[in-house]
């Protein structure tokens, strides 16, 4: 699981867990800050706030300080539930200006790499999940293994997962060489990224079963993924 979340690297200011009193509490550390692992040992600053990026971990105060004065902390796996309240107290992600929630979706033909066609201009009784971004773009790539999991998680649902890449084909070919994607992937896509104006990736957006969007999302913040399974959730409950 560790080499899994050292693959995500997120720019942000840190939450944490504050256990001792038994409430959430926000405070920002720097790369000074002396964090340790269960295992006691001191993690550099990019493995702690690698982890602490995947809403998975919390810190706490150790109760003990370096020999300069400084406080230590201890970053521990979070339980299912500090971790729902760890980001249900988030603010929304920010929506994207492309895609107004409560709207009509504005559909498309598709092919993806594969060669299968989708048919996006008609309410298809599916709910969709697009992913628009490109290869050199740092938070899409970061966010690869946690939409994996949510792949994982819909596998059986109607739930399909288009991911509308801006690069062409031979590129994805050599980048899935070495980085596993498992959405449908859509090469080629800048031309559909025009069409609905997107400006900045990832750019995420849920279409429920009626074509009406849901959810959508620009850019990549700890709970992104959270906001997208609990769009999927309430989509697929609706009539």
């Known amino acids: 699981m560790l080499k899994n979340l050292l693959l995500i690297a997120l720019f942000f200011s840190v939450s944490f867990v504050n256990a001792q009193q038994g409430s959430l509490k926000k405070t920002t550390l720097n790369e000074q800050s002396v964090v340790r692992g269960e295992d006691g040992m ?26 300069s004065g400084k406080p230590e902390y201890v970053v521990y796996e979070l339980t299912p539930e500090k971790k729902a309240a760890y980001v249900n107290q988030m603010p929304r992600p920010r929506s994207s200006d492309s895609f107004p929630e409560g709207e009509l979706f504005n559909g498309l033909k598709v092919t993806d790499m594969n060669g299968n066609k989708y048919d996006l201009r008609d309410s298809t009784g599916k709910v969709i999940v697009l992913n628009f971004w490109f290869i050199n773009c740092p938070p899409c790539k970061n966010e690869i293994p946690l939409l994996n999991e949510l792949v994982t998680t819909y596998k059986d649902k109607n739930v399909v997962f288009l991911a509308i890449a801006l690069d062409e084909k031979h590129d994805l070919k050599d980048f899935l060489k070495t980085t596993s994607f498992n ?41 992104t993924v959270h906001w997208l399974e609990k769009s999927i959730n309430e989509a697929l409950a609706s009539k």
């Open 42 to 67: 001191v993690y550099p600053y990019t493995v702690w706030k690698k982890l602490m990026s995947t809403g998975k971990y919390g810190l706490k105060n150790r109760g003990t300080v370096t020999e």
């Open 183 to 223: 959405y449908n992937i859509v090469d080629g896509g800048r031309y559909i990224a025009n069409k609905y104006g997107v400006k900045g990736y990832p750019t995420h957006v849920v279409i429920d079963k009626s074509g009406f969007i849901k959810f959508s999302t620009l850019g990549l913040a700890i709970n």
